[in-house]
Structure formats: C-alpha cells, structure tokens
C-alpha cells in the first residue's frame, strides 16, 4: 500500500523559513519524480517546484531563488526549503511522486505566513 505523507507546515511571519518534509512509502521512490504542488483558497491547485530521479529541479518562476527542493533516496523523502516567505505562499502544499503512468498524493500540510 502506497503512503504519501508531508510534515513541516505551520504559521511563520513574512521572511521566515519553514521546511517541508514528504516520506513516500509502498513505491520505488528514487524510480519517481516528486513534487511539491500547493493550493490557495479560490485558486487552482499549482507546481512548485519538481526533482527528478536524476536530481534536476524546476521551480515556479515567483518562488525561484527562496526555495529548494531537494531528496534522499535512502529514505524515501523529498524536503521543500522555503526561505523569505512571502504572504503569498500561504496554501495547502501538497507532495505528488509522479510516473508517467500514475501519480500518488499527500493529504497536504498548510503553510500560513502571517504577521
């Protein structure tokens, strides 16, 4: 059976840092994209940013320079740092681990940045 779970969400103020942390079990994990997703209240769900099995990364253009993802095979984890956060970062940050020919999710951690 296939686990997705993130942890590290939380309230931070404007220019914080959090780090968000996914442990994907049940999948080959180092044979997966994973990526980190999230959703604002009325929005559309969006990409953040991916790492793949190869460790190349892409980042969403607002988020370019304050975040990075990173992975570690050997547990199973995928990490977004999130530094400098903004207002606008606040959402639901979802973890995908991606094939071409299935996906699985997370339920989600909310991040909230707020004075």
């Known amino acids: 059976q296939v686990h997705v779970v993130e942890s590290g969400g939380g309230l931070v103020q404007p220019g914080g840092s959090l780090r968000l942390s996914c442990v994907a079990s049940g999948i080959s994990f180092n044979r997966y994209t994973m990526c980190w997703y999230r959703q604002a209240p009325g929005k559309q769900r969006e990409l953040v940013a991916y790492i793949t099995t190869g460790g190349v990364t892409n980042y969403l253009d607002s988020v370019k320079g304050r975040f990075t993802i990173s992975r570690d095979n050997a547990e199973n984890t995928v990490y977004l740092q999130m530094n400098s956060l903004e207002a606008e970062d606040t959402a639901v940050y979802y973890c995908?681990?991606?094939?071409?020919?299935?996906?699985?999710w997370g339920q989600g951690t909310q991040v909230t940045v707020s004075s």
């Open positions: 995908n681990a991606a094939l071409p020919t299935s996906a699985f």
